[in-house]
């Protein structure tokens, strides 16, 4: 089955650090470029980040720059994201998604929630 | 950034009813635009991309149109597992960025 796999979610502490990992299966991951996009309790759907299949230029929304770092491994078919300075609006279901075609979203995981709170 | 707005933000109907949600982008998206199904603890589901090509297994009562800033997707007959929240995505530019979302429940 094609599928995306997210782990690594949890509490943080405001400016504390936590790793979110994306696992393909059913597909090879290196293929594609893979977007990360969160969700806040409540609220609508905010793209955070962008990894290309090459892992050149990362792309990141101007709320979490200089705070989060994609990255990938394809040989662990893998995508992860590194996030350090949690502030409270952090808080979100963080879902991966593989991004098809000129940029659309084809296959979602299913979420992971990140709390962060002191 | 490009400022999705979606209308009407709730939306109530019939089981066989014709719906059409709209989204408005500030500026133009081209034909770069999805629509996402979403249900209460579940991942979005891509229905429609380029604006009106529908995603493999959707059912083709689901359709959309438009280009540039002007866009909308059409279910022609409501069926019960449609009730749920819709979200237009543009991706012409980054940042990518979302419609807030209109939920359509059961009249």
């Known amino acids: 089955e094609v599928q995306l796999l997210e782990s690594g979610g949890g509490l943080g502490q405001p400016g504390g650090s936590l790793r979110l990992s994306c696992e393909g299966s059913g597909f090879t991951l290196n293929n594609f470029a893979i977007s990360w996009v969160r969700q806040a309790p409540g609220k609508g759907l905010e793209w955070v980040s962008r990894?290309?299949?090459?892992?050149?230029?990362?792309i990141y929304a101007d709320s979490v720059r200089g705070r989060f770092t994609i990255s990938r491994d394809d040989s662990e078919n893998t995508v992860s994201l590194q996030m350090s300075s949690l502030r409270v609006d952090d808080t979100a279901v963080y879902f991966c998604?593989?991004?098809?075609?000129?940029?659309?979203?084809?296959?979602w995981g299913q979420g992971t929630q990140v709390t962060v709170s002191s | 950034d490009v400022r999705m707005t979606q209308s009407p933000s709730t939306l109530s109907a019939s089981l066989g009813d014709r719906v059409v949600i709209s989204c408005r982008a500030s500026q133009t998206v081209d034909f770069r635009l999805a629509w996402y199904q979403q249900k209460p603890g579940e991942a979005p589901k891509l229905l429609l991309f380029h604006a009106s090509s529908l995603q493999s297994g959707v059912p083709s009562r689901f359709s959309g149109s438009g280009s540039g800033t002007e866009f909308s997707l059409t279910i022609s007959s409501l069926h019960p597992d449609d009730f749920a929240t819709y979200y237009c995505?543009?991706?012409?530019?980054?940042?990518?960025?979302f419609g807030q979302g209109t939920k359509l429940e059961i009249k």
């Open positions: 990894i290309g299949a090459s892992a050149l230029n990362p």
């Open positions: 998604a593989r991004v098809d075609g000129a940029g659309y979203f084809s296959l």
């Open positions: 995505h543009q991706y012409n530019t980054y940042p990518h960025t």
